[in-house]
């Protein structure tokens, strides 16, 4: 048994753990800067920055997830590679697209073909955590864009009575107190990430779930020296713990967040913090 | 966190940049990883079967470099065709549909015949419940036929679909099913076979000529000096050549 989890193949499903957390651990923070960026923009005072935080919004919001991480990716990877064509392979005289096929010169390729499978492995993640950003940074705009809203107008306007520019009253007065309206938002978000990233593999990322249906799909004993039947039962079970186990402590670290955001504010719960402590 | 959003950026450019100066052409050669025994995950994680040493093989008769890539059976012609790897060696029979958008290498097996497995011998294939991976010939097959077909992604699934009662039969390649067959007391062989497909061989781009000629001569020699037949007795792929 000890031998059996100790497989080679064993220790890339353990791996690919690591895979999903770093991910997570890039994703969520891109996302938010996405997310941040695409609020700034829809609320800003010129009008076209204002329709593209808005369309942005909209559209990323609108489209199945699937869809974009079939479509998008393909597209962003071509497009990569369109760009470095036209820098590196000006005197290419063969048409990129030939019937079904994609072509750029060889040195326009991404990674190219001859860098170690390791190197398509990064850009394939890096591929990932991008489209991931970009696609829970439209909700997290979305959430964002609310929570500015939602800090009381008197606040602001004060801010201006005492003499701050539009700039100072936004980062001093509206982005330090907007967090504890978004945090709900954005905490449902984290969850819906968390279980997202079983998309990973429609990315060409090997991920847990990729590997604990190949680790427990039945094995015949020509094939291996551990041969069995249709375990998959068990390691998607264990996928279940892993999920169930990592969503929970995500509550309470937002929980501990919650209570220090809330601290001196003017909310119902900030409130009750200050009578508990009078 | 900032750092690490930099280190990854650094490293994704160094990747594209460490080796834009590089010569050589490595072949990227595609499979699925999930179709024993043509090709499979073996314990140590790489990819193990039949295309496996064929493809090395090969590669070392044509003097090239080649590098193992899997891919999801679904998505595996359109990585292709956008360029993710230059060849398909994943089991994939010949068919006029698939020629249209990629092209093959002359067979590398005979025409295998699919079989069906089933929990019992008097199986009703024409009101019954067939299964078959999605975008196979098997599954063509079914269709064509006008019975019901139960398709699925992999086809680890099309088997516990069987197992479990939700399909009656399934149709795939015999020489997947045998060692299935085998192993399992529960499941079996039917007597009737189809004749479908025309062999199994390399599937490329269409407009990558060179590489395909080069491939097709490395299989034409080792049909000649014996070579793919000893490989297709020792992982059992059907008749020889």
């Known amino acids: 048994?000890?031998?059996?989890?100790?497989?080679?193949?064993?220790?890339?499903?353990?791996?690919?753990?690591?895979?999903?957390?770093?991910?997570?651990?890039?994703?969520?923070?891109?996302?938010?800067?996405?997310?941040?960026?695409?609020?700034?923009?829809?609320?800003?005072?010129?009008?076209?920055?204002?329709w593209f935080g808005k369309a942005y919004i909209a559209v990323v919001r609108g489209v199945p997830d699937i869809a974009f991480f079939l479509f998008f990716v393909i597209a962003l990877d071509q497009g990569f590679e369109y760009l470095r064509h036209q820098v590196f392979c000006p005197d290419w005289d063969q048409p990129i697209r030939q019937g079904n096929d994609f072509l750029v010169c060889p040195a326009a390729k991404l990674p190219l073909s001859t860098s170690p499978q390791?190197?398509?492995?990064?850009?394939?993640?890096?591929?990932?955590?991008?489209?991931?950003?970009i696609v829970f940074g439209a909700f997290a705009a979305n959430v964002l864009f609310g929570a500015m809203r939602a800090v009381p107008q008197p606040q602001l306007e004060t801010a201006a009575a005492y003499g701050m520019t539009p700039r100072q009253t936004f980062w001093r007065i509206l982005v330090p107190q907007m967090w504890v309206y978004a945090l709900p938002g954005l905490g449902n978000l984290w969850m819906v990430l968390i279980k997202a990233t079983p998309l990973l593999f429609l990315l060409g990322v090997e991920d847990i779930?990729?590997?604990?249906?190949?680790?427990?799909?039945?094995?015949?004993?020509?094939?291996?020296?551990?041969?069995?039947?249709?375990?998959?039962?068990?390691?998607?079970?264990?996928?279940?713990?892993?999920?169930?186990?990592?969503?929970?402590?995500?509550?309470?670290?937002?929980?501990?967040?919650?209570?220090?955001?809330?601290?001196?504010?003017?909310?119902?719960?900030g409130e009750a913090q200050r009578k508990a402590a009078a | 966190m900032k750092k690490l959003i930099l280190t990854t950026t650094a490293l994704a450019l160094s990747a594209s940049m460490a080796f834009a100066g590089g010569h050589g052409k490595t072949v990227r050669m595609g499979t699925e990883g999930a179709y024993p025994p043509y090709n499979f995950i073996n314990d140590k994680g790489e990819v193990d079967g039949f295309e496996r040493e064929l493809g090395d093989e090969l590669c070392k008769r044509a003097q090239l470099t080649c590098e193992w890539v899997?891919?999801?059976?679904?998505?595996?012609?359109?990585?292709?065709?956008?360029?993710?790897?230059?060849?398909?060696?994943?089991?994939?029979?010949?068919?006029?549909?698939?020629?249209?958008?990629?092209?093959?290498?002359?067979?590398?097996t005979q025409p295998d015949p699919s079989a069906y497995l089933a929990k019992s011998a008097d199986v009703d294939l024409a009101g019954g419940v067939l299964a078959a991976q999605t975008g196979t010939i098997q599954a063509a097959f079914v269709a064509q036929q006008g019975w019901t077909l139960l398709e699925f992604a992999t086809p680890?699934?099309?088997?516990?679909?069987?197992?479990?009662?939700?399909?009656?039969?399934?149709?795939?390649?015999?020489?997947?099913?045998?060692?299935?067959?085998?192993?399992?007391?529960?499941?079996?062989?039917?007597?009737?076979?189809?004749?479908?497909?025309?062999?199994?061989?390399?599937?490329?781009?269409?407009?990558?000529?060179?590489?395909?000629a080069k491939f097709d001569a490395a299989i034409q020699s080792m049909k000649d000096d014996g070579t793919l037949n000893a490989l297709i007795v020792k992982w059992e792929i059907g008749e020889t050549f």
């Open chain 1, 1 to 50: 048994m000890a031998c059996y989890l100790s497989t080679p193949k064993h220790m890339a499903f353990y791996w690919s753990f690591g895979t999903v957390l770093v991910l997570l651990a890039i994703t969520a923070p891109l996302a938010l800067v996405f997310g941040f960026g695409g609020a700034t923009a829809a609320r800003a005072q010129l009008a076209p920055v204002r």
């Open chain 1, 118 to 133: 390791v190197w398509h492995e990064i850009y394939g993640f890096f591929l990932a955590v991008l489209t991931f950003a």
């Open chain 1, 209 to 269: 779930v990729y590997w604990a249906r190949e680790l427990g799909g039945t094995k015949t004993a020509r094939f291996t020296d551990y041969p069995h039947g249709d375990w998959r039962m068990w390691y998607f079970g264990a996928l279940l713990l892993f999920y169930l186990a990592f969503t929970k402590l995500s509550e309470m670290v937002f929980d501990r967040v919650m209570l220090r955001l809330t601290r001196g504010q003017a909310t119902l719960a």
């Open chain 2, 70 to 108: 899997t891919n999801e059976w679904d998505s595996i012609i359109p990585n292709l065709v956008s360029g993710n790897y230059d060849t398909i060696i994943a089991g994939m029979s010949i068919t006029a549909e698939r020629d249209e958008v990629i092209d093959f290498t002359q067979n590398y």
């Open chain 2, 156 to 212: 680890e699934e099309t088997v516990a679909a069987v197992r479990n009662g939700e399909a009656d039969a399934l149709l795939a390649d015999k020489s997947f099913l045998k060692p299935i067959a085998e192993e399992d007391a529960e499941l079996m062989l039917l007597a009737r076979e189809e004749l479908i497909g025309g062999g199994v061989g390399m599937g490329l781009r269409e407009s990558d000529g060179e590489l395909r």
